[in-house]
């Protein structure tokens, strides 16, 4: 291609240079609550999740949390008044049917 004059300043080489070499998009990291929305949305298992992640990084993106940041994402979600051991759970049993701030 040759350079000629253009009234709006594209030039050939400018033309050439968009359609060979798309414009670079900036990756941005994923926040662990968004992985924790994604594997929940998708019904993904921690094996999956892991696999899309370490493709992803394997093919340069590095966008995904870790396993383990999506875990404690998740256990900030779980209400302060729940118990949660390895083999079992205790939730608080209310026998009424009014919210705490009711019964103010």
Not at 16 to 21: L, N, Q, S
Not at 38 to 67: E, M, T
Request: proline share 7%; glycine share 6%; with cysteine.
């Amino acid at each position: 291609m040759r350079k000629i004059g253009s009234k709006t300043g594209l030039t050939a080489a400018k033309a050439r240079a968009a359609i060979v070499k798309p414009p670079e998009k900036e990756m941005t990291k994923i926040a662990p609550e968004e992985g924790l929305a994604f594997l929940l949305n998708n019904n993904f298992s921690r094996g999956q999740y892991k696999a899309v992640r370490a493709k992803s990084k394997g093919d340069g993106a590095d966008i995904w949390p870790s396993y383990l940041s999506v875990q404690n994402a998740k256990l900030e979600c779980r209400p302060t008044e729940i118990s949660v051991e390895d083999h079992f759970v205790v939730v608080p049993y209310r026998t009424s049917l009014t919210t705490p701030q009711e019964e103010l």
